[in-house]
């Protein structure tokens, strides 16, 4: 099986985007009514592999003994949005073009998506913001909403912006319900929502977006030790979801921002380049502290040990799900060279998703659709039904069948055919390397819960 040749980061997205929505990963928002930018929906095949992969990061981040499981709410009290620095400074310098009205980011400008025609395919920005750009404006990237009926400045809420608030502001309910001790961490999966000027690059930048955050709480002096520690398991944590080392690498911030003592990226290398899919601070006792002061609430942890009071520091750990699973998408997108089993050569599309999180696990196939073969399809599907996400398919060659299992990354095909008659076996294939053995029918199970690690 030999690798096809290599496509320009254009032509793999276009393909990727188009899989995704022909196989049912991911599809605009609101397609039938010409989309909404920056806003995508995850199909039946997106949804298992974006549960997939938020199942693994809580069980990696929370099936420990220092950190502690959270669900907080979307809206928050305004003056959260305050104490953490969003509403004055979650802000992103804008311009518009005269001519096409389009909006931008000025650190983002791109020539061709402006609809100024005079200037499309110029490198120099700086050309262009002279008299073509109107001079740069801040805007506020949180959503805004009231709550209750009057839409009055008291009545304001915002969507959050990031999860980690809803964490901070719990610290001590998390703390006093399960009596940890400081070092521990708290977790949390959920939506935000920012009102990016300029969405692009499919998932990788929308207006909602899922981040699975955690805020590992330590004594100041011990921060950097931890920082090391999360930034280790991070890193871990992809390779062993399949993410190729050579597409991950940390990329250390040298601008901090003035709270913050230490801030690495994990970037990955995606076809337009290499983008950040996670944040790890030091965080200082930035958070907590600001908390404090804008809540009137002592948030100090009291070690009973050492008998001293203090504000403990964060260790931030901050993945976006969705970005993530973009990651993903890219990282198992191959297309290869394979025989098609008459002496000919064929171009198969694979998705060579790690067990873990490929959306359907197993694909059960009878070869015809007669001798029996179908029933016992059925009855070995409907026996496994109930552990894994198992797909029965009888339409179509059985090359065909696993063409289609290919695209959807499913690691393994079992075959009902002839020889199942006679001795009870079946085959299996294996997606990447597609070799063939035969198991006895009453094996399968067994085998897929050996080989998926469940
Ligand atoms: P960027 O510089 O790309 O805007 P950021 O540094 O603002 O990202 P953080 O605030 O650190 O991002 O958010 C943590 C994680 O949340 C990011 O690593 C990313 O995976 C995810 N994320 C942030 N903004 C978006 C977005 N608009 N769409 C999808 N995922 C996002």
């Given at each position: 099986?030999?690798?096809?040749?290599?496509?320009?980061?254009?032509?793999?997205?276009?393909?990727?985007?188009?899989?995704?929505?022909?196989?049912?990963?991911?599809?605009?928002?609101?397609?039938?009514?010409g989309?909404?930018?920056?806003?995508w929906?995850?199909?039946?095949?997106?949804?298992?592999?974006?549960?997939?992969?938020?199942?693994?990061?809580?069980?990696?981040?929370?099936?420990?003994?220092?950190?502690?499981?959270?669900?907080?709410?979307?809206?928050?009290?305004?003056?959260?949005?305050?104490?953490?620095?969003?509403?004055?400074?979650?802000?992103?310098?804008?311009?518009?073009?005269?001519?096409?009205?389009?909006?931008?980011?000025?650190?983002?400008?791109?020539?061709?998506?402006?609809?100024?025609?005079?200037?499309?395919?110029?490198?120099?920005?700086?050309?262009?913001?002279?008299?073509?750009?109107?001079?740069?404006?801040?805007?506020?990237l949180?959503?805004?909403?009231?709550?209750?009926?009057?839409?009055?400045?008291?009545?304001?809420?915002?969507?959050?912006?990031?999860?980690?608030?809803?964490i901070?502001?719990?610290?001590?309910?998390?703390?006093?319900?399960?009596?940890?001790?400081?070092?521990?961490?708290?977790?949390?999966?959920?939506?935000?929502?920012?009102?990016?000027?300029?969405?692009?690059?499919?998932?990788?930048?929308?207006?909602?977006?899922?981040?699975?955050e955690?805020?590992?709480?330590?004594?100041?002096?011990?921060?950097?030790?931890?920082?090391?520690y999360?930034?280790?398991?991070?890193?871990?944590?992809?390779?062993?979801?399949?993410?190729?080392?050579?597409?991950?690498?940390?990329?250390?911030?040298?601008?901090l921002?003035?709270?913050?003592?230490?801030?690495?990226?994990?970037?990955?290398?995606?076809?337009?380049?290499?983008?950040?899919?996670?944040?790890?601070h030091?965080?200082?006792?930035?958070?907590?502290?600001?908390?404090?002061?804008?809540?009137?609430?002592?948030?100090?942890?009291?070690?009973?040990?050492?008998?001293?009071?203090?504000?403990?520091?964060?260790?931030?750990?901050?993945?976006?799900?969705?970005?993530?699973?973009?990651?993903?998408?890219?990282?198992?997108?191959?297309?290869?060279?394979?025989?098609?089993?008459?002496?000919?050569?064929?171009?198969?599309?694979?998705?060579?998703?790690?067990?873990?999180?490929?959306?359907?696990?197993?694909?059960?196939?009878?070869?015809?659709?007669?001798?029996?073969?179908?029933?016992?399809?059925?009855?070995?599907?409907?026996?496994?039904?109930n552990?894994?996400?198992v797909?029965?398919?009888?339409?179509?060659?059985v090359?065909?069948?696993?063409?289609?299992?290919?695209?959807?990354?499913?690691?393994?095909?079992?075959t009902?055919?002839?020889?199942?008659?006679?001795?009870?076996?079946?085959?299996?294939?294996?997606?990447?390397?597609?070799?063939?053995?035969?198991?006895?029918?009453?094996?399968?199970?067994?085998?897929?819960?050996?080989?998926?690690?469940?």
């Open positions: 099986m030999a690798e096809k040749k290599s496509n320009t980061g254009v032509e793999f997205m276009d393909k990727l985007v188009s899989l995704c929505k022909r196989r049912g990963f991911i599809f605009q928002s609101s397609e039938i009514y989309g909404l930018n920056g806003c929906d995850y199909g039946p095949m997106g949804v298992e592999l974006l549960n997939n992969l938020k199942s693994s990061w809580w069980k990696s981040m929370t099936y420990r003994d220092n950190v502690e499981g959270l669900d907080a709410s979307i809206l928050m009290h305004p003056r959260v949005w305050e104490a953490s620095g969003h509403v004055e400074n979650f802000t992103d310098p804008m311009v518009d073009c005269k001519e096409c009205k389009a909006r931008f980011r000025e650190d983002q400008i791109d020539e061709s998506s402006c609809g100024n025609r005079a200037y499309q395919g110029r490198k120099a920005v700086k050309c262009q913001l002279e008299g073509k750009f109107t001079s740069a404006r801040q805007f506020n949180m959503f805004k909403s009231y709550i209750g009926p009057l839409e009055e400045s008291s009545a304001i809420v915002y969507l959050r912006p990031e999860t980690a608030q809803g901070y502001v719990n610290f001590h309910n998390v703390k006093d319900s399960t009596r940890q001790k400081v070092p521990f961490g708290i977790a949390q999966i959920g939506k935000a929502f920012r009102n990016e000027i300029n969405t692009k690059n499919f998932l990788f930048r929308t207006r909602e977006f899922e981040q699975m955690m805020q590992f709480f330590v004594k100041p002096g011990s921060d950097m030790e931890w920082f090391s999360w930034k280790e398991e991070r890193r871990k944590w992809y390779l062993d979801l399949g993410m190729s080392a050579d597409k991950i690498h940390f990329h250390e911030h040298e601008k921002a003035h709270y913050a003592s230490a801030a690495f990226d994990i970037e990955f290398e995606f076809p337009f380049g290499w983008g950040e899919i996670e944040g790890i030091n965080r200082t006792g930035y958070d907590l502290g600001r908390h404090q002061e804008f809540s009137g609430k002592n948030l100090e942890y009291y070690d009973d040990e050492a008998k001293e009071k203090y504000i403990p520091f964060v260790i931030e750990t901050s993945a976006g799900a969705s970005r993530g699973c973009m990651a993903f998408l890219c990282n198992a997108f191959a297309e290869e060279e394979a025989p098609t089993g008459d002496g000919k050569v064929e171009t198969r599309t694979v998705m060579k998703f790690h067990p873990k999180l490929a959306p359907v696990k197993a694909a059960i196939l009878p070869l015809v659709r007669k001798d029996g073969m179908p029933e016992i399809g059925t009855k070995l599907y409907d026996e496994l039904k552990s894994f996400k797909f029965y398919d009888e339409s179509g060659t090359g065909k069948r696993y063409r289609r299992m290919d695209e959807v990354g499913t690691p393994y095909c079992i009902i055919d002839s020889e199942t008659l006679q001795n009870q076996t079946v085959t299996v294939r294996e997606r990447d390397s597609m070799k063939q053995e035969r198991i006895a029918l009453d094996a399968v199970r067994a085998f897929l819960f050996e080989k998926l690690e469940m």
